[in-house]
């Protein structure tokens, strides 16, 4: 699929998601090396029981309010069903890792290897893209029913859309989080950061080389406020099971994002619980972030919202 592209060069690709009852959109550029700026950007409401067609006039209209200059876009998905496991395969020869990944999503998804949409993330260091024979794969497989893929892929479609990359909410995490805060991510140390939206927390541990340990929890109700010990309990796992099964490396700051209760309490319990440095992040933020005159707010409208972060972390593919 063709490509449309900015003046620069790069790919002109907008990030969407659609969960939660909202349709969130970003489009990103990078401005020099460090700094990425906001262009297009804007969020709309859906109800709980909406239609698929009722889904689609709220992107229509959001792209026409955003007055979004690209229908080319990196998608969000989210469901219930999805498999999002860490993977460790000593000695296994690559050749070999597509048959064992695809066994592996087979057994947790119960389905016909025809019916799976999978791919996966190999963690290995930056300057050393390739898998020698005898090495130690590890890192992240992600699979889904292919139906649940062609839903969302023929939403945007029939939107008007050009869908040419998929992702997840931990990846897109990461990469945000990675591409304004790289820098605290070493050898020495791993920082777990945990995006809250309304009814789920993406919890991504990034160490060493910008590795990648993620998990996905879903709550029930969409007050984290009443959730808080759930919440604990969950990174807590994730934590330990990082410690003991992935990596060595300690984990010497928590991040939150997204949908963070305003409540110092909430805050001061995790912070107490866990025992690590917490912080509240907001992305847009953050001192390497810009956002542009062309990005409009509105007194009962604010684009600067916990709202934008997933999106945020898939329109870096434009960037």
Same mark, same amino acid.
């Given at each position: ?70 229908? %080319? ?199 107490? %619980? ?34 934008? %972060? ?10």
């Amino acid at each position: 699929m063709r490509v449309t592209k900015t003046k620069d060069g790069c790919e002109n690709i907008a990030g969407i998601n659609i969960a939660d009852g909202v349709v969130s959109v970003a489009r990103l550029v990078r401005r020099g090396r460090k700094k990425i700026a906001l262009t297009h950007a804007g969020w709309m409401d859906y109800a709980p029981d909406a239609t698929d067609e009722e889904i689609i006039q709220v992107i229509r209209k959001l792209w026409k309010q955003t007055r979004m200059p690209t229908k %080319t876009v990196c998608c969000g998905l989210q469901s219930r069903s999805l498999c999002l496991k860490y993977f460790k395969y000593p000695d296994l020869a690559p050749r070999e890792l597509t048959s064992a990944l695809h066994l592996e999503a087979e057994e947790s998804l119960q389905l016909p290897p025809e019916e799976i949409a999978i791919d996966w993330h190999l963690n290995r260091p930056k300057n050393d893209p390739y898998t020698q024979l005898g090495e130690q794969l590890h890192g992240i497989l992600v699979a889904v029913s292919k139906k649940e893929v062609n839903r969302q892929l023929n939403l945007l479609k029939k939107a008007g859309l050009y869908p040419v990359i998929t992702d997840v909410g931990c990846t897109s995490l990461c990469n945000l989080y990675l591409a304004l805060r790289g820098e605290k991510v070493n050898t020495d140390n791993a920082v777990c950061v945990v995006n809250l939206s309304r009814y789920n927390a993406d919890i991504s541990i990034l160490y060493n080389d910008h590795y990648i340990y993620p998990r996905t929890i879903i709550s029930r109700s969409s007050e984290w406020s009443s959730k808080v010990q759930y919440l604990i309990e969950n990174v807590s796992d994730a934590l330990l099971y990082y410690h003991v099964k992935v990596d060595k490396t300690p984990v010497t700051q928590l991040v939150l994002t997204g949908f963070v209760p305003d409540d110092p309490e909430f805050i001061a319990q995790i912070h107490d %619980t866990i025992g690590l440095p917490t912080e509240v992040w907001s992305p847009l933020k953050d001192e390497n972030f810009i956002v542009s005159p062309t990005v409009k707010s509105t007194d009962d409208h604010n684009v600067i919202s916990p709202l934008m %972060t997933t999106s945020l972390g898939l329109g870096l593919r434009n960037a």
